[in-house]
């Protein structure tokens, strides 16, 4: 049971972070805590997310997250970094009931485990949450729904 | 000869046999919330039956029979914490509501302003820090605290200059519900007296699981909450001395506060009608008396010297374990069975749902109780905490499943 939340691909990513470490320069960044357990997390993103860059302090799962998150964003045009966004969230809102789709995703599909615990949902979401604000301080695109 | 028999004690919680994810039950959380027994269970749902009525208001039977028994259980707390009359006892919607009230009311009676000093410390619950920073909001007084030493006990060494003639209220914890520091108080007590202010405890923690009395306390006031104590949520107590409650303005305005109502003015009940504005929870009340009658049959001594049983072998398995550290008090002695620690810098989510997946309930996080963690460098903590009904074998549990959390993410 618990290797599907523990996935290896998450304990991989939360042993050997990807792109971690706060750099500039940057277009907008964003701090998001959850209060119920203190984990933190700090992201920036360029206008044109040719580099997100983070730090925080969390359990495996935020901060796989946070390195997944690098992976999968970093590069991509406003609208697909949106698209995969949105994926994320409906899959971690879907209560394990959302298939999810590894061409949109990625590794972050090592997730949808944790979409059965409603107690770390918040984790997973943590940093793509703080990704969302950094984005819009920076300018980065429009929401699909907008451009739709 | 010692009768307690942690067997027959479990056979009173019909949660503990439950199954959890596979495993049997092992409930470790007790400080957050303790489970009920059948027999609180039970006067619950037999007032619910067969009593039901609003209280302090009627003249038909029902009426008579539910305020009795909301009485009666006042009653049973007043003996139960050693207090002179049931008068003394009001009854809240729990701890914080108890904590918010003093922090008004004796703020009001006290005309708490610029100049003055509260003091509490870096070991409290949220509970008892924010009412009182809210207060110095309220009123420009100032919120100062005692510090924390490395082995987890209060700082006394600036006691008389912290607590000095600009004080007007001590509130501290009695015993912490992060690191199991049972607070002697009877130092501060003294000196806050000395001065002329008044001394308030949290003993949400201490009330449940040690034999306590408010006349050799001292303090003017105390807090605490029924469902630490094997009784229901919903359900706290303010115990104040019977001639500060007197002075003491109230805190909510309503029905069955009052003496007189005119649409000008009122005149307010005497303590404790006074400080219970509205429907007070009633079933809960008397559940919370069931609780004190289910704790006082078996006897407050036998429970805290089980639970130091449990807590020295907790403390020596945890200390056996390698990448364990725990936060406060290595031995039983001047602590309770509340015992916070680390696995590794391994994050507490990650130990506690690991721990979770093998049937052991812990909390994790900061347990409401920021400051302490901040004081220990850490984020959050793992905490185990115990009760009358906690084995050893549920220690070896706690103790089998860190080494599996030290697999994983070793």
Redesign the interface.
Known sequence: MMDQLYQEIILDHYKHPHGRGLRSPFGGEAHHVNPTCGDEITIRVTTDLSDISYDGMGCSISQASASVLHDQLTGLDPAAAFRVHEAFVELMQGRGQVEPDEDVLGDAVAFAGVARYPARVKCALLPWMAFKDAAVRAGVGVSPEVTA | MSSFDVARVRADFPILGREI?GHPLVYLDSANTSQKPVQVLDVMRAHAEQHNANVSRSVHTLGTESTAAYEDARAKVATFIGAASPDEVVFTKNSTEALNLVAHSAGEMLGVGPGDEIVISEMEHHSNIVPWQLLCRRTGATLRWFGVTDDGRLDESTLDELVNERTKIVSLVHMSNILGTINDVSRIVARAHQVGALVLLDCSQSVPHLPLSVSALGADFIAFTGHKMVGPTGIGVLWGRGAVLADLPPFLGGGSMIETVTLEHTTFAAPPARFEAGTPPITEAIGLGAAVDYLSAIGMDEIHRHEQEITGYALKTLADLPGVRVFGLGTPEGRGGTVSFDVDGI????VG??LD?LGVQVR???HCA?PV?ARFGV??MTRASFYLYTTTDEIDALARGIEQVRR??G
């Open positions: 994810n994050h507490p989510h990650d749902q690991i997946d994790v996080g900061h920021r963690c984020a959050a994983v993410f």
